[in-house]
């Protein structure tokens, strides 16, 4: 075991919401060793999470469904970072690849879960605890290191005053000053199952504008359509649709700046939970137990206990497996919009 860390590295090439969660590692590395220098691998829809984080010193882009897809492309990026000897990689991502990447560059130490379809890859295995929540499960991965928080770390993210100059001229575009205290609503999710459906986020946002609390829908390009859909419905002029118009650290700081995040099990809840808003969050087809529910201590998580059916899958599905969708069709307007309510009436 090596005493000083000089070059650590940090592999996580999974979705946006494993990225946001994979902050507290880097956080707790650098107050530990200031001195460090903290690499990230990451693909290129999740880069923009480790940007402008003051422990991160160089992101390094791995395009493996891209220019980098499989073995010449894995060699690229092994070529790319294995000069700069780490002292240490650690690994969240329990993908094969990952923990070949970490094999293949040979350093010092290398940090994985026993639950990774690498595992004989790692020089040190950690047992990956399903009881525990991402943020802390993740956080185990340093103890090999002697690391540990007696306190649950937070992911923090950074928009820049670039980012922050963006949202001021939508803000403005929407006629909205800092006096509008608005609601935030992010509906989307690659899966269906965990989608709230449409018409019942419309009429939670009807409900805000009939107390006069604007309303912005946030998502990215594939979102459009479905914020344009929930505007149509809704047809107030305090309904704003943002979706594919800013970048993952914009929608940060728009999410900021808001009163109350709305949003299904998807990454928008993380990147709440990052920036200190209150998050409403509602669960359907997945459950909080997996460990990825909003950690802040004004979120709310909305969900249907007991039902036999629940959970059906960690990540949801396309469709219902028992093609009723109770889990989300029992989740009412109106509990929801008490939910939201709870939390702006109490700030």
Known sequence: MVKTF?????????????AILTLPIVQIIKKK???????????????????????ISEIIVYDKRGKDKGAAGLFRIKNQIGKKN???????????????????IKPKISVGFNRSAGKWLFKEIVRYDSTMHEIDRNISLLKPLGLTESERELPQLYPSLEDKATVDRLLIECKLS???????????????????????FAV???????????????????????????I?????KIIFNS??????????????RGRVLVT??????????????PVVAIFGATAPEFGFAPVGKNDIIVEIKGLKCRPCAIHGGKKCPIKTFECMISISPELVFEKIMLILENK
């Not at 000089?6 to 494993?18: K, M, P, R, S, Y």
């Not at 946002?205 to 359509?225: H, M, S, T």
């Not at 149509?232 to 107030?236: C, E, H, L, N």
């Open 86 to 104: 780490y002292d240490i990689i650690i690994v969240p991502h329990r993908s094969l690849r990952s923990a070949l990447l970490a094999w293949l």
């Open 33 to 55: 060793y200031s001195n460090a220098s903290i690499d990230v691998v990451a693909i290129p829809r999740t880069a923009g999470v480790f940007a402008n984080h003051p422990a």
């Open 232 to 236: 149509g419905i809704v047809q107030s």
């Open 204 to 230: 939670v946002c009807r409900k805000l504008i009939n107390q006069n609390v604007p309303v912005i829908l946030i998502g990215g390009k594939e979102d459009k359509l479905l914020c344009e859909e929930i």
């Open 178 to 200: 800092s006096k509008h205290k608005y609601v935030t609503i992010a509906p989307g999710t690659i899966w269906n199952t965990k989608r709230w459906p449409t018409e019942r």
């Open 243 to 256: 979706a594919g118009r800013l970048t993952l650290l914009q929608s940060a700081e728009i999410i900021r």
């Open 6 to 18: 000089q070059n650590i590295l940090v592999i996580q090439t999974a979705f946006i919401g494993d």
């Open 264 to 277: 299904n099990d998807s990454a928008p809840m993380h990147i709440g939970v990052s920036v200190g808003t």
